[in-house]
């Protein structure tokens, strides 16, 4: 018994790191080594291919952090007794169970909304900085229908989740 407990605190230990090492990959900011165009466009192309690098190292990051918490889950079973296994879950412990698993996936959409948004602000600053110089050649825009895009973002109303859109 003492042995699952240490071992749920260091699953969980883990998947706090991997938590905060995913927060870290996904705020990085553009530097820029002076104000020129040119410059500026290097540093977006730049952040382009390192945002590419970055999202597969983030999929490995959150399939880590799945395998843990599905071993998490394992483990806090084992900790239950087996009286309890045989009970039937009455319908107040279905709905807060239910419950809790609702508000974690709506906490990981909301994650996933406010990386979508900074790919799709960085991809647009990339096209702003572009699309003149595009147009000129190829008399067409490189990228359009930023004004209409938005990603889903869930909240809280007095304990119902709404559904939202969040305008990039």
Known sequence: MEQIHS???????SIAALRAERDTLTRQ????????PEAIAQAYR????ENAQRSVEILGIDNAIA???????QKQQQLQPALTISQPLTLEDQI???TQQAYDHAERINELAAELAEELKALKAIAHDLSPIYWKLYHRPFVTGFRSTSVPYLRSDHD???ITKLVI
């Not at 730049?46 to 291919?49: G, K, M, P, V």
């Not at 395998?67 to 889950?73: D, R």
């Open 7 to 13: 071992e749920i605190d260091a699953i969980r230990q």
């Open 29 to 36: 900011e553009i530097i820029l080594e002076d104000q020129s």
């Open 46 to 49: 730049r952040q382009a291919t």
């Open 67 to 73: 395998a843990l918490e599905a071993q998490l889950q």
């Open 96 to 98: 807060e169970q239910a």
């Open 160 to 162: 119902v989740l709404r």
